[in-house]
């Protein structure tokens, strides 16, 4: 994602479980013969995430970075070497795996083994890797079904502060504290997991339908099937659900149908899309000559076709070798194929040539509040984004992407973000936008920046530690800690036994957990470490003011936009 670089003193690379530990055990040695404290942090190169919990030190912070006013010894374990299958269990339907094998390379695995990921089981791309998604509870969706890896694995090997290997099977007290815990107990290196035998998947789309009674259609979709995606674009007042369920017996699969969710550009197509996303972006206040020929209703209509117009599945067709895959929106799949999305360089928060990153801000809370929740943000498009006087202030639109919806059980997890709820739904506004606008906030960032303060609080959001900003997890109005009760208690007794010197906990968490909340500083907003009270937290040209539909959050906004 490029949001956050992590600064390290040197890296470790270890290849096993055993090489890792060792390393752990030589650096403590001599940080302690240096009087260093040592904080290490589980992680790789090019990981996706927005918060700073992969880093030791806290980026954004001003002041340097001290443990009991001693520099430590910072060491980043890059771990992308540790990606191999280790056993093969058919009998069991079982598979040993390395902790940071991708999910492109599960999948091969699991298709090799003539086995199967449970349906909607894992996250829709590929990219990230099984320990990543073990540790931050990540989650594909399942209304009280499985749905998360930390539902269908059988046991997790992992290292500790002091270098001990362990191995901890689902259901003990260790796993509960290590599927999302982010690494705070120990660095995960080897994963069981619990497949079913080879499966196909029925998929079937609601597409482009009205949001009139969205929260009502949603019930309706779960009545159907536990697996539903719903991807929403309020200010299209349009919504897409994608659902899946197991396929008919002997029902014919399509052949090389693939997930193909998430938008993606060839390089042509990216040269083209990059500079008008730059120049939209770029002008922040309405003054570009370009944006009285439509106002934003180009924007809009990439909007519609590429976020929540894109289909769930592909296959190849006429235009594929140019990057234009033939949509399918009902049919028959491969269970492995139809899960996750496999778009290397060309997802559009990977393309050099688009230079855009993805906004994921995500959050979980009760579905008995979805109907209420819905309500509001239709609230915050109508008097936030559309009720501010300027010109075309009807046709404006979001950045490019989507709000999602996915859906849970009660999780087997002390402090992932889905801990103690009992029908959690995952609510996600993913936007993409320019890489290239330093400087200036992404377009119509004011209405990002109250969506999160409005479901973090007023809905008692927990936050993604996957996702997220720094600031979501140090709001000092409504902390992180708190929402988790007993169970952050839990999570700090399980350090304390495994790592008392703290020496894996990163400092946004040592930070969130004392209740600190995030630091002031002139433009706080364009690092994302805040969210505004003042102008001078502000970018150029900007001003801190109250929500209009929610008055008690505030947001940076132009302070004269044409």
């Not at 600064?7 to 752990?24: F, H, N, R, Y």
């Not at 496999?342 to 393309?351: I, L, P």
């Not at 999160?452 to 140090?474: A, M, S, V």
């Not at 946004?508 to 994302?528: F, H, N, Q, S, V």
Request: hydrophobic letters at 35%; glycine letters at 8%.
């Amino acid at each position: 994602m490029e949001h956050v670089t992590c600064p390290s003193d040197e890296l470790v690379v270890p290849e096993d479980t055993a090489q890792l530990a060792a390393a752990i055990k030589s650096l403590r040695a001599r940080a302690a013969a240096e009087g260093r404290p040592l904080k290490m942090r589980p992680a790789r190169r090019g990981f996706a995430t927005m918060a700073s919990f992969a880093c030791g030190p806290q980026p954004t912070l001003v002041n340097p970075f001290l443990v009991d006013g001693k520099k430590p010894m910072v060491v980043g374990l890059m771990l992308e070497k540790m990606d191999k299958v280790l056993a093969v269990d058919k009998e069991k339907q079982q598979l040993r795996v390395q902790g940071q094998m991708t999910l492109k390379g599960f999948y091969e695995a699991a298709d090799a083994a003539g086995l199967s990921v449970p349906r909607f089981g894992l996250p829709w791309w590929q990219g990230l890797t099984l320990g990543g998604v073990f540790s931050t509870a990540s989650h594909g969706s399942g209304n009280n079904v499985t749905h998360m890896i930390c539902d269908w694995f059988v046991d997790v090997t992992w290292v500790d502060a002091q270098g001990e290997v362990h191995t901890s099977a689902k259901g003990s007290d260790e796993a509960f504290a290590l599927c999302g815990g982010l690494g705070l107990l120990g660095t995960v290196t080897e994963l069981t997991l619990q497949l079913t035998p080879s499966s196909n998947t029925h998929f079937s789309t609601w597409y482009l339908k009205p949001d009139d009674n969205l929260a009502d259609d949603v019930e309706a979709m779960l009545k159907i099937t536990p697996n539903l995606v719903v991807m929403w674009r309020p200010d299209l007042g349009k919504y897409t659900g994608h659902l899946q369920r197991p396929a008919p017996e002997h029902a014919p699969a399509i052949q090389g149908a693939q997930c193909n969710v998430i938008p993606q550009q060839a390089d042509y197509q990216a040269g083209m899309s990059g500079p008008l996303l730059r120049a939209w972006q770029g002008d922040p206040f309405n003054t570009n000559t370009m944006y009285f020929a439509g106002y934003d209703t180009n924007i809009c209509t990439l909007a519609l076709t590429s976020a929540i117009g894109a289909p769930w599945v592909t296959k190849k067709g006429p235009l594929t070798s140019k990057g234009i895959s033939q949509p399918v929106f009902e049919g028959v799949a491969p269970t492995n194929h139809v899960t996750s999305t496999d778009c290397g360089d060309n997802c559009v928060f990977t393309s050099k040539k688009l230079m855009s990153t993805a906004l994921d801000v995500m959050f979980a809370f009760e579905r008995s509040k979805l109907k209420e929740w819905v309500a509001d943000i239709k609230a915050l498009i109508k008097e936030d984004l559309r009720g501010i006087p300027g010109w075309g202030a009807h046709t404006r639109c979001l950045l490019p992407g989507y709000y999602v919806m996915r859906f849970g059980r009660p999780s087997d997890t002390l402090v992932g973000y889905g801990s103690g709820l009992q029908q959690p739904v995952y609510v996600q506004q993913q936007m993409m936008a320019s890489k290239a606008t330093p400087g200036i906030p992404s377009r119509y960032e004011w209405v990002q920046e109250t969506y999160e303060q409005l479901t973090l609080c007023k809905y008692d959001g927990r936050p993604h530690t996957g996702k997220n900003w720094d600031r979501t997890f140090t709001n000092p109005r409504c902390p992180f800690a708190p929402k988790f009760g007993e169970s952050f208690k839990k999570m700090v007794a399980m350090q304390d036994k495994y790592d008392p010197s703290r020496a894996y906990e990163p400092e946004l968490w040592t930070r969130l957990a004392a209740g600190e909340g995030y630091k002031l500083k002139p433009k706080c907003i364009l690092d994302r470490s805040c969210y505004c009270e003042a102008d001078e937290h502000c970018a150029d040209g900007f001003k801190c003011v109250a929500s209009v539909a929610f008055p008690q959050y505030k947001a940076c906004r132009p302070k004269v936009m044409n």
